[in-house]
C-alpha cells in the first residue's frame, strides 16, 4: 500500500533498515459551517541483518507494488595458510 517515493532503504554498518511512511488527509467542508477532516497515518519499519551479504552488491528494485531486493552473499573469506618452520 505505499508508494515508490514513501520508502527509504538505508545501511548502518550491518543493519539494513527499511522505512516505509504514509500520510493522507481529507477534508470536507459544507456551506453551514460544517468541517470534516479525516487523517490517516502508516508507517513501517524493519531492520536486517545483512553481515553475510555482499553490502556493495544490495539493488533495489520496486514494481506493481511490490519491492524486491537482490542480496548476493559474500565470497567465502579462506584465510591464508602457511607453512611454520620448527626452530
Not at 505505499?2 to 527499511?18: Q, R, V
Request: with cysteine; proline share 5%; aromatic share 6%.
Amino acid at each position: 500500500g505505499f508508494n515508490k517515493e514513501e520508502i527509504a532503504i538505508g545501511l548502518e554498518g550491518d543493519i539494513l533498515t527499511i522505512k516505509a511512511e504514509h500520510k493522507t488527509e481529507e477534508k470536507e467542508e459544507k456551506a453551514d459551517s460544517f468541517v470534516r477532516i479525516e487523517r490517516s497515518h502508516s508507517s513501517y519499519e524493519r531492520r536486517f541483518d545483512v553481515s553475510e551479504i555482499d553490502t556493495d552488491k544490495i539493488d533495489a528494485k520496486y514494481e506493481n507494488g511490490i519491492l524486491s531486493l537482490n542480496m548476493p552473499c559474500r565470497e567465502p573469506v579462506t584465510p591464508p595458510s602457511r607453512q611454520i618452520t620448527v626452530g
